[in-house]
C-alpha cells in the first residue's frame, strides 16, 4: 500500500497545505456548505473556485466576500486566481495577503469554453512567456507566500507538458496541481491517467498533486504510485463526502468511516441544522437543491424527494433518513 503524505513539504508560509484536499468547485463551494464541511471535519483544508481577474482588480471587499465562506475554521486556505495580466494579478494578491490565507494558485487549466476564448485558465498554456511572467512576477513581489498552479497536461496533447511544466517550477511554484486530462478532453472519458501523471511527476521539481477522476481510494493510490505527493478531489468527493479522509487514512487503523450513501445524509443533515440555527446568513433552497443534485445526481429519487421539499420540511427538526 501506498502511504499518505500528511503534508507537503513546502518552505513558504506559515500555513502547511495538507496533502489531500478538494478541489475548486464553483457554485457549490457557498457558506452552507463550507460550514457543514468544516463541522464535520471533513477537510484539512482548501482550494477555492478562482477569483477572476480581468478588466479590473476586485476591490479589499469584494475579495472578502468572496473568500468568506472559508475563513474563521483554522483551515489553511489556498485562493485560486484566474487572468492573463501579470500586473494585475499582482495587485489582487497584496489585498488578499491581508487576510489569513495560505497561498495563491493560477488558474491554468479551465477547459470553459468562455475563459479560453477570453485567453485565461486553459488557453494560458499556449502563452508560456505568460505563465512565467505571472509567476515570476509574483515570486519577486511576494516572496514569502506558498505559490502554486493548475494546469492540465497539455492543450490538444499529453506531450505539451513536457515544454512547460519544467519551465514553471524554475520560475518559482512551490507546486502543481495536475489535471491528468488535456484541456481539449474537457471532463470526458480520456485513457492514461497513470501514464501522463507519472510523466508529470518525472518532469515536475516540485510536488504534484494529481486531480481527475478520484472516485475512491484505489483512484488515489493510483495517483500516489504515479508519483503524485499530493490528490485533489472534486466531484468524487461530492459523491462520497467522506473520500478525503478515506485517502487520508491509507495505511492507518483509524476507525471504520460512514458509507457514501450515509456519509451524503450525514453532511446534507448537517447543512439543515446549521440553516435552521442562523437562517438569515446559511439558508438558501438554492443551496439545498444544488448540493443534492451534484451527492445524488438530478434523475435520483434522493434529488427529486429533496426538491420537492417545502422550505419548513427542509429546515424541520429531525434528521431526514433519505434512504
Known amino acids: 500500500m501506498t ?3 500528511s503534508v507537503l513539504p513546502l518552505n513558504h508560509g506559515k500555513w502547511a497545505i495538507p496533502s489531500v484536499i478538494p478541489g475548486p468547485m464553483e457554485g457549490v463551494m457557498h457558506h452552507l456548505f463550507c460550514a457543514a464541511v468544516a463541522e464535520l471535519k471533513l477537510v484539512s483544508g482548501w482550494m477555492t473556485p478562482f477569483i477572476r481577474i480581468s478588466v479590473s482588480v476586485p476591490g479589499h471587499k469584494a475579495i472578502y466576500k468572496f473568500l468568506e465562506p472559508f475563513l474563521g475554521y483554522d483551515l489553511p ?7 492573463s495580466d501579470h500586473r494585475k494579478i499582482a495587485d489582487a494578491v497584496a489585498a488578499i495577503l491581508e487576510l ?3 497561498g495563491i494558485d493560477l488558474n491554468f487549466a479551465c477547459p470553459s469554453k468562455r475563459v479560453v476564448q477570453h485567453g485565461g485558465g486553459g488557453a494560458m498554456l499556449k502563452n508560456p512567456d505568460a505563465m512565467r511572467r505571472i509567476i515570476s512576477t509574483l515570486r519577486e513581489r511576494y516572496p514569502q ?11 490538444d496533447s499529453p506531450n505539451e507538458m513536457h515544454s512547460y511544466i519544467p519551465e514553471l517550477c524554475s520560475c518559482g511554484v512551490d507546486f502543481l496541481s495536475v489535471h ?7 471532463y470526458n472519458p480520456s485513457p492514461g491517467r497513470r ?3 507519472t510523466s508529470a511527476a518525472q518532469l515536475s521539481s516540485v510536488p504534484i498533486f494529481g486531480s481527475g477522476d478520484v472516485y475512491s481510494i484505489n483512484d488515489a493510490i493510483e495517483l500516489f504510485q504515479a508519483g503524485c505527493s499530493g490528490v485533489m478531489g472534486a466531484r468524487g468527493w461530492l459523491k462520497d463526502p467522506m473520500l478525503l479522509k478515506r485517502i487520508q487514512n491509507i495505511n492507518s487503523n483509524s476507525p471504520s468511516l460512514p458509507t457514501p450513501e450515509d456519509a451524503r445524509n450525514i453532511l446534507f443533515n448537517s447543512m439543515r441544522s446549521i440553516a435552521k440555527n442562523n437562517p438569515s446568513k446559511f439558508y438558501a433552497r438554492s443551496s439545498f437543491i444544488e448540493i443534492a443534485a451534484f451527492m ?7 434529488f427529486q424527494q429533496i426538491k420537492n421539499m417545502s422550505d419548513s420540511k427542509l429546515m ?3 434528521s431526514l433518513p433519505l434512504g
Open 3 to 5: 502511504p499518505c503524505p
Open 180 to 186: 491528468y486530462r488535456t484541456v481539449s478532453e474537457l
Open 100 to 102: 489569513d490565507v495560505a
Open 145 to 155: 507566500i506558498t505559490l502554486s498552479a493548475k494546469i492540465r497536461t497539455g492543450f
Open 316 to 318: 424541520g427538526e429531525r
Open 77 to 83: 486556505v489556498v485562493v485560486q486566481l484566474l487572468g
Open 296 to 302: 445524488w445526481g438530478p434523475r435520483s429519487q434522493r
Open 195 to 197: 501514464e501522463r501523471m
